[in-house]
């Protein structure tokens, strides 16, 4: 196979899950700007997720967020997507909107509240088994505002012990995807601030556990690629949460702020093996302004056209630069395939696989954008938090 086949056969099997959470009414602190059409109900979230990947042919599962999908039936759910050509994702816990949860879930001063968490994350799993997702995705907001306010030693035990009961939970297939942010709600220490942090709990859980790399969950200037090579290598890397920010947690469409970056996540991810081994690719992200559907369908296609690039870099060129201390080539293959044009290749890529290769122009036509306006009147709009 041409490199250029090679290249083209990659992004066909390219899978970007994308969030329910994503689909509702979310947006800042300040406020949350209610946007018409939006669904009512998780069912209603598949709808239009089933949307994303009927124009981009490479969104085939949905990420729930539990309490927020909570449905009596899971099975039902899971056929509904099915029905409608996708797959329920990762299970997302959410151990941070109860007023429990004050001063941590798992980590908690109080054994009872770190009960009700953990039976929460336990829950969680059984969700799992219902729907058949394969993994559980674990955020803590859990932390403390001032020195003294707890120990913080004494909170990593209890992250332990609260980690390792629902490993032993997790069935054949089952995962825990470990994530970390490094501030916010927590100001003074977060108790899994960074992937070290993730990566040690994961390692003494067991080959189950890994850690999810959410591109807004560090400090500016970071090296996010780093991160990822080494859990790459270390066998670790679970998943991303793809958004963008600017200055903190922003929760931008994914390569808006910062393509370059993105290029140089995906081209660690291809020469790591990543698109290969078992990395989910996530979105995480608020749409507070833009409308939902065509920003996410957006969001997938930045992703594609950062992992296009990655796949053009020459590795031949690369390393024979690289062995020859030629740091200007080395740099110059580099920055060749992020400045190449790929939006051609991906429209072909698209018409090979029977799609419009113009996604977005393809779901305006489409008109399922003033459908839903047009049905989705009355009832509870689905938000982050509900
Ligand atoms: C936390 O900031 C986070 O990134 C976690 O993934 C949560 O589950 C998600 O956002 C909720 O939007
Ligand atoms: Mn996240």
């Given at each position: 196979m041409t490199e250029l086949a090679a290249a083209k056969a990659a992004l066909k099997t390219q899978a970007v899950e994308t969030p329910s959470w994503a689909y509702g009414n979310s947006g800042t602190r300040f406020k949350v700007f209610a946007q018409q059409g939006v669904p009512r109900t998780p069912f209603e979230k598949l709808d239009d997720a089933a949307k994303v990947h009927e124009f981009t042919g490479v969104a085939p599962t949905v990420a729930l967020h539990i309490p927020w999908d909570r449905v009596d039936d899971y099975a039902a759910l899971a056929k509904h997507a099915e029905q409608r050509g996708v797959k329920l994702g990762a299970i997302n816990s959410n151990t941070f909107q109860d007023d429990d949860y004050k001063l941590g879930s798992i980590c908690h001063p109080e054994a009872s509240v770190r009960r009700k968490a953990v039976d929460h994350l336990l829950e969680c799993v059984d969700i799992m088994d219902a729907t058949g997702s394969a993994d559980l995705k674990l955020w803590f907001a859990d932390g403390?505002?001032?020195?003294?306010?707890?120990d913080i030693r004494g909170r990593q035990d209890r992250l332990a012990e609260g980690l390792a009961e629902v490993y032993e939970r997790l069935g054949d297939g089952q995962r825990m995807l470990l994530e970390y942010k490094f501030f916010e709600p927590a100001f003074y220490t977060t108790d899994v601030p960074d992937w070290g942090t993730a990566y040690a709990h994961c390692l003494k859980l067991g080959p189950k556990a890994q850690v999810v790399v959410d591109t807004g969950h560090h400090a500016p200037g970071t090296n996010i690629e780093f991160i990822v090579a080494t859990l790459l290598r270390e066998e670790k890397l679970g998943g991303f949460d793809f958004n963008s920010r600017f200055y903190a947690d922003?929760?931008?469409?994914?390569?808006?702020?910062?393509p370059f970056q993105l290029f140089r996540i995906m081209y660690e991810v291809v020469r790591g093996g990543?698109?290969?081994?078992?990395v989910a690719f996530m979105l995480d992200q608020c749409h507070n302004i833009e409308a939902k559907i065509p920003a996410i369908i957006r969001s997938v296609m930045n992703v594609q056209e950062a992992t296009a690039k990655a796949l053009l870099v020459d590795g031949d060129a690369l390393k024979a630069a690289q062995r020859g201390g030629d740091v200007l080539e080395a740099n110059a293959v580099v920055m060749d395939a992020y400045n190449t044009d790929v939006r051609p290749l991906l429209r072909e890529v698209r018409e090979e696989m029977?799609?419009?290769?113009?996604p977005i122009a393809a779901y305006r036509r489409s008109g399922w954008g003033e459908r839903i306006v047009a049905e989705r009147v009355g009832g509870q709009q689905a938000g982050w938090g509900a």
């Open positions: 403390t505002n001032y020195p003294g306010q707890d922003d929760d931008l469409m994914v390569g808006a702020a910062d990543g698109l290969s081994a078992d029977g799609l419009d290769p113009d």
